[in-house]
């Protein structure tokens, strides 16, 4: 989603090394929002004010890293991601538990460089949002090759068939006119993989909050 737009498809191709090593980039990606989502207010804003630092070198024709803008829809991609996630393979939020996610994300936005009067003010909004900007966007050319780098990386012969499920999850999760744009394969039986493992996860799900709360109990 987030290289659908041009000008971050632009800004990670001139920039980034992440396809010499995929998983590494994954890595600091991934202990940098940790840090800011879970981590003390101290380390949240100390790790904002690196990733904040390493965007301002990201500038070429036409974007710069720290736009704003740039930073909303980058952001805007991860929240839709996470709450697709959590209603297809765990349970749809509530509106309130909907509402209260998004209003926490914008803090994090925030600290990650987009002013609170430039975000959506609530999670209505912010889907009208999400859905403007998709039916806006046209995948261009690096976009698709960058997405070739990131949908079928370089692996172990007995890691390619999880990366092969992922691919297809994740061409499943993109709304359709971007899962068309990149030309992502997609058909009844893709279709049908995808709605038998968010049963399977929903069911595993289910059983473990039952066994939790047995288990709470028990020991209470």
């Given at each position: 989603?987030?290289?659908?737009?041009?000008?971050?498809?632009?800004?990670?191709?001139?920039?980034?090394?992440?396809?010499?090593?995929?998983?590494?980039?994954?890595?600091?990606?991934?202990?940098?929002?940790?840090?800011?989502?879970?981590?003390?207010?101290?380390?949240?804003?100390?790790?904002?004010?690196?990733?904040?630092?390493?965007?301002?070198?990201?500038?070429?024709?036409?974007?710069?890293?720290?736009?704003?803008?740039?930073?909303?829809?980058?952001?805007?991609?991860?929240?839709?991601?996470?709450?697709?996630?959590?209603?297809?393979?765990?349970?749809?939020?509530?509106?309130?538990?909907?509402?209260?996610?998004?209003?926490?994300?914008?803090?994090?936005?925030?600290?990650l460089g987009v002013p609170m009067d430039v975000?959506?003010?609530?999670?209505?909004?912010?889907?009208?949002?999400?859905?403007?900007?998709?039916?806006?966007?046209?995948?261009?050319?690096?976009?698709?090759?960058?997405?070739?780098?990131?949908?079928?990386?370089?692996?172990?012969?007995?890691?390619?068939?999880?990366?092969?499920?992922?691919?297809?999850?994740?061409?499943?999760?993109?709304?359709?006119?971007?899962?068309?744009?990149?030309?992502?394969?997609?058909?009844?039986?893709?279709?049908l993989a995808l709605l038998s493992t968010s049963?399977?996860?929903?069911?595993?799900?289910?059983?473990?909050?039952?066994?939790?709360?047995?288990?709470?109990?028990?020991t209470g």
């Amino acid at each position: 989603m987030q290289l659908a737009h041009p000008m971050v498809a632009r800004g990670v191709a001139e920039h980034s090394g992440f396809r010499a090593d995929p998983f590494a980039r994954l890595r600091r990606t991934l202990d940098a929002s940790y840090r800011i989502v879970f981590g003390t207010a101290d380390e949240a804003r100390r790790t904002a004010a690196g990733v904040r630092a390493v965007h301002e070198r990201v500038k070429g024709e036409g974007y710069e890293a720290n736009d704003p803008a740039l930073l909303l829809w980058v952001h805007a991609t991860l929240v839709d991601t996470a709450m697709r996630v959590h209603a297809r393979f765990l349970r749809p939020l509530s509106d309130v538990e909907a509402g209260e996610f998004y209003e926490q994300s914008m803090v994090v936005a925030e600290l990650l460089g987009v002013p609170m009067d430039v975000q959506p003010p609530d999670v209505a909004s912010f889907r009208a949002y999400v859905r403007a900007q998709v039916g806006g966007l046209v995948v261009g050319d690096d976009a698709r090759r960058l997405a070739k780098a990131v949908l079928r990386p370089r692996v172990p012969a007995p890691v390619e068939p999880a990366v092969i499920m992922v691919r297809n999850l994740t061409a499943g999760l993109l709304p359709p006119p971007l899962r068309a744009g990149y030309g992502l394969a997609w058909d009844p039986a893709r279709q049908l993989a995808l709605l038998s493992t968010s049963l399977a996860s929903r069911q595993a799900y289910a059983v473990l909050r039952t066994v939790r709360s047995t288990i709470g109990r028990a020991t209470g």
